[in-house]
């Protein structure tokens, strides 16, 4: 099966799977395996601080799924989960169930697409 376009992709940045394609060679698949996991462990920490009412624990979650987010080249993920965090630090109140939506919406087209990336990789 031939590789997925990423540019048909929109919620990956092309360059950025490019590069790590280039970069993990054989471990491509095995990163990308690892990212959706940790996404599926990511979301259940955003959840959870917010059922808990953390608001530490929950900028810190946020903050560590942008990182991963950015890394892996899910440009709006990562996006969502700063501007949370950064509504976060500045205080105040903040719609966190909004957000939250948000994120999750963003992380589920990016796993569908990473899902499409493996299959291709097959």
Known sequence: MPHVVV???PGLDGEVIATLRD???DDFVD???TFIKDSLQRREALAQAERSGDREALRRAAH??????????ARSLSDLC???EDALVAGGE???P??????MAACDFVLTELRQLLA???
Do not use: W
């Open 7 to 9: 540019s048909d992709l």
């Open 23 to 25: 970069i993990m060679q």
């Open 31 to 33: 990163l990308i395996e």
């Open 64 to 73: 560590s799924f942008k990182g991963s987010s950015a890394n892996i080249g």
């Open 82 to 84: 700063r501007q949370l």
């Open 94 to 96: 903040i719609d966190v």
């Open 98 to 103: 909004a957000y939250l939506a948000a994120i």
């Open 120 to 122: 291709s990789e097959a």
